[in-house]
């Protein structure tokens, strides 16, 4: 085994080693967040069974939305480990999506069992946006929707099948909570609280002991030198927690704003027939029981129509938006930064410009597969990559040498000779359309997605 072979195969254990260890620090927030999901989601089908009754549908509809959420998370949380581009995701969620489109007709036509189907297919992977963000760096906001969703859904089924509404209405606001909401209320709290923290803690190892990492440790620490919360940090945490659920208790009621007027139906303000005149005769234009007389589960199942009429639509909209953007977002700013790089539209100071030169240069080695690290100088980077890039091509390789010596001197205060900025940028734009010319084709429609910053 050649020298170069034997460390490809170190730098190959290494990088596994890395994701081993990673993945054992990323458990913690992915088991957590799945105990806050189907806690949750427990809770929601417990209030809504104890309300409305054990009935077929209801435990049928109860059942669907639960393996959907459940289903969704699970797999969009292994997609986040498997890495999975968001790129890839937002392509693969159009294409979904188009394909449920034309499936909806066929599905329909098979009775309850394609309604059933449908559904799962069509909500599942929505929920996989919160198993997703779960786990993605900047995102553990965004996957809180998926258990406070069925968190305040339970909340709101208890308000509003309570005799308090009443008092509310009649402005009694603290009214509206009891035992159980504010139960409900403080456990959604304290669980995404300590879904933050378990993040953090995991963005911290990241940060630490990374690949890319500034601050590489040389050791893992354990026992009382390894960085945790201490029971006073955890207590800190709780009465945070507490606090954020009082002062929803007080301030939320004060949200919704009611009146006099509120729900008192089109009467009020009308003046009242007189005596003998627009008052109906028995039996004429009065409406017989049962006939012409609106029921209370005709009215909300008309209401929920227009409201999934409305919703759905704008729903779909949104998450093909949402996918769009995502597909689109890294092409986008390469395309922005690249530009920018190699034609500079404002005026910059000489050493910026090099810098600026000098990035673009990184960005076409990165197309080739050659990375550098913070640790790393230019002419260092070039030195441990000069037989791969020499082989690529020898005028790419002497170019490298001369920009890497301009780009040192720049780093370590050293000064540079009058014109060396033009001579520079043009050894950089010559440096950037070599390294992409020797790209094999596979690769750059890979690099076309590649995260530039």
């Not at 081993?20 to 999901?37: F, H, S």
């Not at 104890?50 to 289903?71: D, F, H, K, Q, R």
């Not at 969620?93 to 909806?104: D, I, Q, V």
């Not at 509206?176 to 609280?193: E, H, K, Q, R």
Request: charged share 20%; proline share 5%.
């Amino acid at each position: 085994m050649t020298a170069t072979a034997l460390e490809d195969a170190k730098k190959k254990e290494a990088a596994r080693a890395e994701w081993r260890r990673d993945l054992k620090e990323l458990a913690r927030p992915a088991l957590l967040y799945q105990g806050w999901v189907l806690l949750m989601i427990t809770i929601f089908d417990l209030v809504i069974v104890v309300l409305e009754g054990p009935a077929p549908e209801t435990i049928m509809i109860l059942g669907i939305l639960s393996l959907c959420a459940i289903l969704g998370v699970t797999l969009g949380q292994g997609l986040s480990i498997a890495r999975m581009r968001g790129s890839f995701l937002g392509c693969l969620g159009m294409a979904w999506f188009t394909t449920m489109c034309l499936l909806t007709a066929p599905l329909a036509a098979l009775g309850p069992f394609g309604g059933i189907l449908l559904a799962v297919l069509f909500l599942t992977p929505i929920f996989i946006s919160g198993g997703v963000w779960s786990l993605a760096s900047s995102r553990a906001l965004f996957a809180a929707w998926v258990p406070l969703i069925f968190g305040t859904g339970a909340m709101f089924s208890i308000i509003e099948r309570d005799d308090a509404l009443a008092e509310f209405d009649a402005g009694n606001k603290w009214a509206i909570w009891n035992v159980t909401s504010a139960v409900i209320l403080f456990i959604t709290i304290a669980l995404m609280l300590g879904y933050l923290v378990a993040r953090e803690r995991h963005r911290l190892h990241r940060w630490r002991f990374g690949t890319r990492s500034l601050l590489a440790g040389s050791i893992t620490e354990k026992g009382a030198a390894r960085p945790r919360l201490t029971m006073l940090g955890w207590v800190s945490v709780i009465v945070v927690g507490l606090g954020l659920t009082a002062g929803t208790l007080l301030i939320a009621p004060y949200l919704f704003r009611t009146g006099e007027d509120e729900g008192e139906g089109q009467s009020q303000g009308q003046s009242d027939p007189e005596p003998g005149q627009g008052e109906p005769h028995q039996g004429q234009g009065e409406p017989q029981q049962g006939q012409g007389e609106p029921q209370e589960g005709d009215e909300m199942e008309r209401a929920a129509r227009q409201l999934a009429s409305t919703v759905c639509p704008l729903l779909v909209g949104l998450l093909l938006i949402a996918a769009g953007a995502s597909v689109l977002v890294r092409p986008v700013r390469r395309l922005v930064i690249i530009e920018t790089l190699r034609a500079v539209p404002f005026a910059v100071a000489p050493t910026t410009r090099i810098r600026m030169g000098w990035r673009l240069i990184e960005i076409g080695l990165g197309d080739l597969g050659i990375e550098g690290g913070p640790s790393l100088d230019a002419s260092e980077l070039v030195r441990r990559n000069a037989s791969k890039i020499a082989a690529l091509d020898p005028e790419l390789y002497e170019l490298l040498l001369d920009a890497a010596r301009v780009r040192d001197r720049i780093t370590y205060g050293l000064g540079i000779e009058p014109g060396s900025v033009e001579r520079f940028a043009k050894a950089a734009e010559r440096i950037f359309v070599l390294a992409t010319n020797r790209v094999a084709l596979q690769q750059e429609a890979e690099n076309v997605f590649r995260d530039v910053r």
